[in-house]
């Protein structure tokens, strides 16, 4: 009973090769230079990290079962990387939980905005973008073109990639 504890979860390989993907994808250069213009500071890292993170969340919660477990599994193991992201800048073990909670309120909101705007026109997307991810420095047009790219190809994902660990994107 005691040893369930320290079993890995189900999926744990998966969830671990998804974020992986989305770690090699947000860390493309090509994102923090024109046309694309998210800044290179620990903000702007963060806001393509959620915005990546969102498509491949959003995806996998449409799926049928495992997709949704999927998703929360990888959901949880972005906000460990992140914790331990902030404990290694030497953010205080009192300062962490804070920060966390105002990480996690972004990570939702912005996952929140992106879907709204992905439900409307390029406008509309590009206007969220330019708010959160360029902080307000561009148009975001280029982005929003790239998202929308993006969304398309992950719903067009089979499943069973999701399953052992894929998650396809597009070159910026």
């Known amino acids: 009973m005691i040893f ?15 974020y992986g993907a989305i770690m090699a994808q947000w ?3 090509a994102f923090y230079q024109p046309p694309y213009g998210a800044p290179d500071t620990l903000e702007g890292r963060f806001e393509m990290l959620t915005l990546h993170a969102g498509l491949v969340l959003r995806r996998l ?3 049928p079962a495992p997709g949704p477990e999927l998703a929360q599994q990888l959901s949880n193991s972005i906000f460990a990387h992140l914790d331990d992201a ?3 800048i030497g953010i205080s073990d009192v300062g962490v939980p804070k920060k966390m909670k105002k990480l996690a ?3 939702m909101g912005r996952g929140v905005a992106y879907a709204n705007a992905l439900q409307q026109d390029e406008a509309a997307l590009a206007a969220a973008l330019s708010r959160n991810v360029l902080a307000g420095t561009g148009d975001g047009l280029a982005l929003a073109h790239y998202v929308r790219t993006a969304r ?8 069973e990639g999701f399953l052992r660990g894929e998650a396809a994107f597009p070159a910026p």
């Open 152 to 159: 398309a190809l992950l719903e067009s994902a089979p499943p």
């Open 61 to 63: 919660g449409e799926l």
């Open 27 to 29: 860390r493309e250069v």
């Open 86 to 88: 902030l404990r290694e």
């Open 4 to 18: 369930g504890l320290f079993r890995k979860p189900p999926h744990a390989a998966e969830v671990a090769r998804l």
């Open 105 to 107: 309120g972004a990570f």
